[in-house]
C-alpha cells in the first residue's frame, strides 16, 4: 500500500495580519502532535529566481511588471519537485503565500487581469486548505508601520486586498476566513482545527492540480 501523503497548508493574508507567527505555530503544533510538517514560504528568496526577485522587492533593481509576475511563479514551479516528494514522503507543508499573493499583488496593477495572473501557476500542486487571515485596515495600521520594500503601502496593499476577495469567491479551491484580530493564541486554535481535519482527510485523497 502508498505511504499515506502530507497535507498542502497554505496561509494568506494582508500585510501584518501575523503569517509567519502563525505558520511557525502551526508547524510546531504538528510535529507535537506527532505528524511531520515543514514550513515553505514564497518568495522562496535563496535560489537564483529568488535573489532577482529579492533585489526587486528590496528596489535595488527594477523589474518590468509582467516579467516579475513571471519570476514570482516560476521560483514557485522551481520548488514542485522538493513539494511532491515531501508531501509523498508524508510530510505536511506549510506554505506562507502561494499563487494567490502571486494573483492578487499583481492584477492589484494596473492593466492586469485576474486571468492573465493565473495562467502561469495553473497546475501548480493544489493545496488542500487555504487560510486567508482577515485584518482590517485600521487594525493592521494598529500593528506598526508599513516598511519599505515595495507594495508596503496602505493604497496597494488595500487593492490587494480586493483582489483576494475576488479570489476567495473560486469554490474550486477550500477557503477558510481566519479572523486575525483575535490574540495570537486564538488565532493559532483556530488554524490548527481547519489543519488537522485536512491533514488527517489528505491522507487518503490524491493532490490536485491548482486551477485545473
Ligand atoms: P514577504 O517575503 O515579506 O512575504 O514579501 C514578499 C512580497 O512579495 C510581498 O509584498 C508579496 C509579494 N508577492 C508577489 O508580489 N507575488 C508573489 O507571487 C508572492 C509569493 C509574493
Same mark, same amino acid.
Given at each position: 500500500?502508498?505511504?499515506?501523503?502530507? *497535507?498542502?497548508?497554505?496561509?494568506?493574508?494582508?500585510?501584518?495580519?501575523?503569517?509567519?507567527?502563525?505558520?511557525? #505555530?502551526?508547524?510546531? *503544533?504538528?510535529?507535537?502532535?506527532?505528524?511531520?510538517?515543514?514550513?515553505?514560504?514564497?518568495? $522562496?528568496?535563496?535560489?537564483?529566481?529568488?535573489?532577482? =526577485?529579492?533585489?526587486?522587492?528590496?528596489? #535595488?533593481? $527594477?523589474?518590468?511588471?509582467?516579467? %516579475?509576475?513571471?519570476?514570482?511563479?516560476?521560483?514557485?514551479?522551481?520548488?514542485?519537485?522538493?513539494?511532491?516528494?515531501?508531501?509523498? /514522503?508524508? =510530510?505536511?507543508?506549510?506554505?506562507?503565500?502561494?499563487?494567490?499573493?502571486?494573483?492578487?499583488?499583481?492584477?492589484?496593477?494596473?492593466?492586469?487581469?485576474?486571468?492573465?495572473?493565473?495562467?502561469?501557476?495553473?497546475?501548480?500542486?493544489?493545496?488542500?486548505?487555504?487560510?486567508?487571515?482577515?485584518?482590517?485596515?485600521?487594525?493592521?495600521?494598529?500593528?506598526?508601520?508599513?516598511?519599505?520594500?515595495?507594495?508596503?503601502?496602505? *493604497?496597494? /496593499?488595500?487593492?490587494?486586498?480586493?483582489?483576494?476577495? /475576488?479570489?476567495?469567491? &473560486?469554490?474550486?479551491?477550500?477557503?477558510? %476566513? =481566519?479572523? *486575525?484580530?483575535?490574540?495570537?493564541?486564538?488565532?493559532?486554535? &483556530? =488554524?490548527?482545527?481547519?489543519?488537522?481535519?485536512?491533514?488527517?482527510?489528505?491522507?487518503?485523497?490524491?493532490?490536485?492540480?491548482?486551477?485545473?
Amino acid at each position: 500500500m502508498a505511504s499515506k501523503r502530507g *497535507a498542502l497548508v497554505v496561509l494568506e493574508g494582508v500585510d501584518r495580519a501575523g503569517k509567519t507567527t502563525q505558520c511557525k #505555530k502551526l508547524v510546531q *503544533a504538528l510535529l507535537e502532535s506527532g505528524r511531520p510538517a515543514e514550513m515553505m514560504r514564497f518568495p $522562496d528568496r535563496s535560489t537564483t529566481i529568488g535573489q532577482l =526577485i529579492s533585489a526587486y522587492l528590496e528596489k #535595488k533593481s $527594477d523589474l518590468e511588471d509582467h516579467t %516579475v509576475h513571471l519570476l514570482f511563479s516560476a521560483n514557485r514551479w522551481e520548488l514542485v519537485p522538493v513539494m511532491k516528494k515531501k508531501l509523498e /514522503q508524508g =510530510i505536511t507543508l506549510v506554505v506562507d503565500r502561494y499563487a494567490f499573493s502571486g494573483v492578487a499583488f499583481t492584477s492589484a496593477k494596473p492593466g492586469f487581469t485576474l486571468d492573465w495572473c493565473m495562467k502561469p501557476d495553473e497546475g501548480l500542486p493544489k493545496p488542500d486548505l487555504v487560510m486567508f487571515l482577515q485584518l482590517n485596515p485600521a487594525k493592521a495600521a494598529l500593528r506598526g508601520q508599513f516598511g519599505t520594500e515595495r507594495y508596503e503601502t496602505s *493604497a496597494f /496593499q488595500k487593492a490587494v486586498h480586493e483582489k483576494f476577495e /475576488q479570489l476567495m469567491k &473560486d469554490s474550486s479551491v477550500n477557503w477558510k %476566513v =481566519i479572523d *486575525a484580530s483575535q490574540n495570537i493564541e486564538g488565532v493559532h486554535n &483556530d =488554524i490548527r482545527t481547519h489543519s488537522l481535519n485536512v491533514v488527517n482527510e489528505a491522507q487518503n485523497t490524491p493532490l490536485g492540480e491548482l486551477w485545473r
